[in-house]
């Protein structure tokens, strides 16, 4: 099975800020991978896919890049909606997993 | 607009079962696969498995085979998945999602339901 491993697990920053969260895959999966947004009590949102496609909808300060073991997401500049946990999710194949996450926090 | 709405939240006792239901509406159900992944208190989100809704095909995580089962209701536009021999351990928020035209992307999700396993 592969594994995903996200860093870091906690992040703080502050409005305005830019960040970046990596995620590393214990194999090679192209760029099979997506990222999702968790918030409390509500639905999980799909930000991105193939590695660096924006799902509609999704503001364009996110962003994806990467392929084969190493990726990326980064925001530009924070928002007070973008303090939440982010996943990375690989779907190369069954079992599909996630990373085990990362908390953005305000600073 | 397209959504999925989960049934409420659950506590069982060890051994017993939990059947969660996921309600879509807003698309053709029968044109998307749902799957379920769950997040325990701490932990990292857990594919645990998912149906074709057209015809009923579903495929688990060797970890949960044989202890879940993932069926659906056309007629209802609403998938389900119950988990026996329920143990401490699967006290966990459940989540259904909606997979894309893109296998294995999961763009629609429900809200969660809280099941609690605990004696």
């Known amino acids: 099975d592969i594994q995903m491993t996200q860093s870091p697990s906690t992040l703080s920053a502050s409005v305005g800020d830019r960040v970046t969260i990596t995620c590393r895959a214990s194999q090679n999966i192209r760029t099979w991978l997506a990222w999702y947004q968790l918030k409390p009590g509500k639905a999980p949102k799909l930000l991105i896919y193939d590695a660096s496609t924006l799902e509609g909808g999704v503001p364009s300060r996110f962003s994806g890049s990467g392929s084969g073991r190493e990726f990326t997401l980064s925001i530009s500049s924070l928002q007070p909606d973008d303090f939440a946990s982010y996943y990375c999710q690989h779907y190369n194949g069954y079992p599909y997993s996630f990373g085990q996450g990362t908390k953005l926090e305000i600073k | 607009q397209v959504q999925i709405v989960q049934s409420g939240a659950e506590v069982k006792k060890p051994g017993a079962s939990v059947k969660v239901s996921c309600k879509a509406s807003?698309?053709?159900?029968?044109?998307?696969?749902v799957h379920w992944v769950r997040q325990a208190p701490g932990q990292r989100l857990e594919w645990m498995g998912g149906i074709l809704a057209d015809n009923g095909n579903t495929k688990y995580s060797q970890k949960f085979n044989g202890r879940v089962t993932i069926t659906r209701d056309t007629s209802a536009s609403t998938a389900y998945m119950e988990v026996s021999s329920l143990r401490s351990e699967d006290t966990a928020v459940y989540y259904c999602a909606r997979e894309d035209d893109r296998a294995g992307v999961f763009d629609i999700w429900g809200q969660g339901t809280m099941v609690t396993v605990s004696s």
């Open positions: 807003g698309y053709t159900f029968t044109s998307y696969a």
